[in-house]
C-alpha cells in the first residue's frame, strides 16, 4: 500500500525549506500571479526553480498554486507561466479551472493537474467529470463528512486529496463574495481580506442587537482532523493537506513534524492509536494554534459549536523564541536568532527534524561580543546560549509552560 502523502504550504522559500526539512512529502506554493493568497510573500520564477530543486533533493515534491478564479484578462502570460514551471521540474500545479487543465495537458503533459478545493468537489460523479477533463488528482471541498470522505474516495478512480488542518471558510471554499462586497478585493482571485472574522454590530431592522463590549463575528473555528488520521489511511485518502500559506515558520514545522510522527506512528502500529496516544498528538498540535480548533464537517455534526459567533478567536502566541542557526558542540553554545522575549533563568523546549521536545533551563547568554544578556527582547538579533545538548540548525526554541 503506497503511504499517505502530507502536504504543507508555505509563503516564501525559507518556509518552504522547513517544511521540507521537518518532514512534509510535499509542498505547495504560490507564485507571484495567479495564486489565490497574493497577500503572501510568494515565489518569483527564480525562487520556484530553486524551491523545486531543494524539495527534489530532499525527496519531496513541489506543487504551485494556479487557482484564482480566471477571468478573461488574468490569461494573459499563463502558458509561458505553465512552461516555465514545468521546464524547472514542478510536480503539479493546483487548479480551479477545467479550461486550464486542458491548456496545461497540452502544453505540459507530464505535470500533474490537481482540482482545488475552490471547486468545491463533494460527490463522486464529480470526480468522475473532473478525471475526465484530464485532472490527476481531487482536492475535496471542507464540506465533507468523514463518512462522505469514504464514500467518495472509494468510487473514486482518481487519487484524493483532503484537508487536515488549519483555517476554514465560513461559506462553502470557492463560493464566498463578502470581500468582494465589502472591500472591492476579489476573495477567488487572491484578494480575500477575511471578512468573515471581523468584528460586527448586529441590527434586526434599525434595532442593534449587539453592543461595543460583545459585537458578532461569523468566523469558523479552524480545522483539526488528528482524530480522523487512521480512516483516512484506511479508506484510501492519497494526500493530506495542512493549511497555511500565510503562516510562520514555527506553525509550519510544529504542525508538519507532529502530523508526521503521528502518520508515521499510525503504520507502525499493528493496533488503533489509544486516546492517550491522540491526546498527546492534539496537544502538540496546540502549541502551534493561536483560534480554537475543531474537526470541522469530519464528525457529521454542524451545530454552531463550529463557529466563533461573538469572538473571532484569533490571539498570537509568543512562545516560539529563538530558532537555531548553529551549534558549537565542543563547547555547548548555540548560536540563535531571537524571534520573541526571552529571559535568563527561563525553562526552555527544542524541537527539530531530529530532535524531540528536549528541555533546558536558559543558564547563560552572550551577544556576538561576549556581553552577557539578561532579557533577550530583540527579534533577528543573534545570541548565544548554553545548551546542555546537542542541537542543530533550523532546530527551534520555545518556552515552556508549567501547570500551576
Not at 469558523?220 to 488528528?226: F, G, N, T, V
Not at 502551534?288 to 473571532?312: M, Q
Not at 553554545?333 to 531571537?338: F, G, K, P, S
Request: one cysteine or more.
Amino acid at each position: 500500500m503506497k503511504k499517505v502523502e502530507l502536504l504543507a504550504p508555505a509563503k516564501d522559500i525559507a518556509k518552504a525549506k522547513i517544511a521540507v526539512l521537518y518532514g512534509a512529502d510535499a509542498v505547495y506554493v504560490g507564485g507571484k500571479s495567479f495564486s489565490l493568497r497574493s497577500r503572501a510573500s510568494n515565489f518569483d520564477l527564480d525562487d520556484l526553480k530553486e524551491i523545486t530543486h531543494f524539495a527534489h533533493t530532499h525527496g519531496s515534491k513541489l506543487y504551485v498554486t494556479v487557482n484564482i478564479v480566471f477571468h478573461d484578462e488574468d490569461l494573459v502570460g499563463i502558458k509561458e507561466y505553465i512552461k516555465e514551471l514545468d521546464s524547472f521540474g514542478v510536480d503539479a500545479i493546483i487548479v480551479s479551472s477545467i479550461g486550464l487543465v486542458q491548456i496545461a495537458k497540452t502544453i505540459a503533459p507530464n505535470m500533474e493537474c490537481h482540482i482545488s478545493t475552490q471547486m468545491s468537489s463533494l460527490n463522486s460523479d464529480a470526480v468522475a467529470v473532473l478525471e475526465g477533463f484530464g485532472a490527476d488528482r481531487i482536492v475535496l471541498g471542507r464540506e465533507l463528512s468523514m463518512e462522505e470522505v469514504k464514500n467518495v474516495t472509494m468510487k473514486s478512480m482518481l487519487p484524493v486529496e483532503v484537508f487536515i488542518h488549519g483555517g476554514m471558510c465560513s461559506n462553502y471554499s470557492g463560493r464566498c463574495t463578502l470581500s468582494n462586497r465589502m472591500t472591492l478585493r476579489d476573495a477567488n482571485r487572491g484578494g480575500c481580506a477575511q471578512s468573515c472574522r471581523w468584528k460586527y454590530r448586529l441590527y434586526q431592522g434599525t434595532n442593534l442587537l449587539s453592543s461595543d463590549d460583545k459585537l458578532f463575528s461569523m468566523s469558523s473555528k479552524d480545522l483539526r482532523a488528528s482524530a480522523y488520521i487512521e480512516d483516512m489511511i484506511r479508506c484510501g485518502v492519497a494526500s493530506l493537506k495542512i493549511e497555511g500559506r500565510m503562516k510562520s515558520e514555527y506553525y509550519i514545522a510544529q504542525v508538519v513534524k507532529t502530523y508526521r510522527k503521528l502518520i508515521d506512528e499510525i503504520y507502525a502500529s499493528t493496533v488503533p492509536l489509544s486516546a492517550e496516544r491522540l491526546a498527546y498528538y492534539d496537544n502538540e498540535l496546540s502549541k502551534a494554534e493561536n483560534r480554537p480548533a475543531d474537526d470541522g464537517f469530519l464528525s457529521g455534526d454542524c451545530d454552531n459549536t463550529k463557529h466563533l459567533y461573538g469572538i473571532n478567536g484569533s490571539g498570537v502566541t509568543h512562545d516560539y523564541v529563538a530558532i537555531v542557526r548553529r551549534y558549537d558542540a565542543n563547547r555547548s553554545l548555540a548560536l540563535v536568532e531571537v524571534k520573541n522575549k526571552f529571559s535568563v533563568n527561563e525553562e526552555l523546549e527544542v524541537f527539530g527534524p531530529c530532535l524531540d521536545n528536549t528541555q533546558f533551563v536558559n543558564r547563560l547568554m552572550f551577544n556576538e561580543e561576549w556581553k552577557s544578556i539578561e532579557v533577550a527582547n530583540k527579534p533577528t538579533e543573534l545570541l548565544y546560549l548554553r545548551v546542555p545538548f546537542a542541537v542543530n540548525k533550523d532546530d527551534m526554541i520555545r518556552k515552556v509552560h508549567t501547570e500551576e
